[in-house]
């Protein structure tokens, strides 16, 4: 594993003023693959949080890269600095630097990471698979009041605590989960959130893109999937016992079967060179 990506990715983006943490490194899994995939971690989220999948596709064939969004991963004051253009920007800087050296081009996104990758698609991506889309949250925050805050310059406080029955996977995991609660977790970020509601907004017709698979958990406490919010998939599975956070999930079969769907759906060879005229 290798714990960076392309460095041309971040040009003309925020640049972090504080170090980024052991588990927020963006990493790479090469072994010179014809086709890569792209793996967008979510809102105030980080790479460490992609690691088991990464690594179960690097195992198949699959060259990774897992990069960390601007302002996440190294302190909440980055993170206020930071916005959708940055976001943004990492992810189509990312497919067009992939798009021109490999084969095949995938991706894997997770929540907010999925409105980002439908946003900068534009045909760069050959497949890409959905984990939690955040199309319908269950207990929004109103715009007004996101608006009212933002325009305060308050950041207000929110419960939270550690919950160690999600399997992470990064190196030296939990350490860092103290630190990203007191960071972002905690706290409300109104123009951030505003941010992540343009991004689902705009994305959200997107999904319904038959080259995309959309995987929900059966026990996603964030995010709605009632039957009206699945007719904008045309693929689209349900994993049992899945939360939110499919990728390090609770229940290990949930984690797994996000895996094997994943693997499912992508892995499709080239067919062999034909000499024929």
């Known amino acids: 594993m290798i714990y960076s990506v392309p460095s041309s990715w971040y040009y003309g983006l925020y640049r972090d003023r504080v170090g980024e943490r052991r588990s927020s490194r963006s990493f790479t899994l090469s072994n010179n693959f014809y086709r890569a995939v792209l793996l967008v971690h979510g809102y105030a989220g980080y790479p460490g949080e992609m690691v088991s999948i990464a690594e179960y596709l690097y195992s198949a064939g699959f060259d990774c890269y897992v990069p960390r969004l601007p302002g996440m991963g190294t302190s909440g004051k980055d993170f206020s600095s930071s916005g959708l253009s940055d976001w943004l920007g990492l992810v189509e800087n990312a497919l067009s630097d992939l798009r021109l050296n490999y084969q095949k081009v995938y991706a894997v996104g997770h929540s907010m990471g999925c409105s980002l990758l439908a946003l900068a698609d534009g045909g760069s991506i050959d497949k890409a698979v959905m984990v939690a889309p955040p199309l319908r949250m269950k207990h929004p925050v109103r715009r007004a009041l996101l608006k009212q805050l933002k325009m305060e310059g308050r950041i207000p406080d929110l419960p939270w605590q550690s919950d160690p029955s999600y399997h992470l996977h990064y190196d030296g995991a939990p350490c860092d989960d103290g630190y990203y609660g007191a960071e972002y977790w905690s706290h409300l970020y109104p123009a951030q959130m505003l941010d992540l509601y343009d991004a689902m907004s705009k994305a959200a017709p997107l999904f319904k893109n038959p080259k995309y698979m959309n995987l929900y958990g059966s026990e996603d406490a964030l995010c709605s999937y009632t039957p009206k919010v699945l007719e904008n998939f045309t ?18 079969e949930a984690e797994m079967a996000v895996l094997a769907e994943t693997l499912e759906f992508l892995d499709e060879r080239i067919p062999a060179w034909s000499n024929e005229l």
């Open 235 to 252: 693929n689209y599975k349900k994993i049992e016992k899945g939360t939110h956070y499919m990728p390090y999930d609770k229940a290990p």
